[in-house]
């Protein structure tokens, strides 16, 4: 079943897309972008371009790119969203947003340039090999937002008492041990 979204193409007016829509030079686009070196995977597109539409309204869409994969490989249509703190590769703690059944995970930096909570729905364009797209649109309620929230000031806590644990005298881990034998004279 493909799903179809409400797109506004202009100030008063929107429209229903679904992934059929979605202009085939804008995936070969992006998927150029993604071909250059240290280039990331993951966009954020105002909606309206992907339809080729000029641009009127701040939404964004979230396009993933997962060119190994067909959509058969993954559960994107799940309704599962969830909100939780993650380890970063640097080190620091940041909340995100775990789609696809927690196999796709989207950084808060993402999530705070979308801003989902705005419209009620995170719109994501999936993009697998062969070219294939999938448009889906999920539900933003208050429940998930607020979930993504407490997350957000959870890594945030973490983040600030490890600066803070930074600044003192580092503490002696002892994490390795010896077995004596007998320790009689």
């Known amino acids: 079943m493909m799903q179809t979204i409400e797109v506004s193409v202009d100030k008063q007016q929107t429209q229903d897309f679904d992934q059929d829509d979605v202009l085939e030079e804008f995936i070969e686009r992006?998927?150029?972008r993604a071909a250059e070196p240290d280039s990331s995977r993951v966009f954020v597109v105002p909606l309206p371009e992907l339809f080729g539409l000029s641009v009127d309204d701040a939404e964004k869409c979230v396009v993933i790119l997962l060119e190994n994969m067909s959509p058969r490989d993954i559960k994107f249509?799940?309704?599962y969203l969830n909100a939780d703190v993650q380890t970063m590769r640097d080190?620091?703690?940041?909340?995100?947003?775990?789609?696809?059944?927690?196999?796709?995970?989207?950084?808060?930096?993402?999530i705070r340039e979308v801003w989902p909570a705005d419209y009620d729905r995170l719109v994501?364009?999936?993009v697998f090999r062969n070219s294939d797209a999938k448009l889906c649109e999920y539900f933003?309620?208050?429940e998930i937002n607020q979930e993504f929230s407490t997350?957000?000031?959870?890594a945030k806590r973490i983040n600030e008492a490890r600066d803070e644990a930074d600044k003192e005298e580092?503490?002696?881990?002892?994490?390795s041990f010896q077995t004596l034998g007998d320790t009689k004279d």
């Open 170 to 175: 580092a503490a002696l881990v002892f994490d």
């Open 140 to 142: 933003y309620h208050d």
């Open 91 to 110: 080190g620091r703690s940041a909340a995100c947003l775990f789609l696809a059944e927690g196999r796709v995970i989207v950084s808060e930096k993402i």
């Open 124 to 126: 994501v364009l999936w």
């Open 151 to 154: 997350a957000c000031q959870i």
């Open 30 to 32: 992006v998927q150029h």
């Open 77 to 79: 249509r799940s309704d």
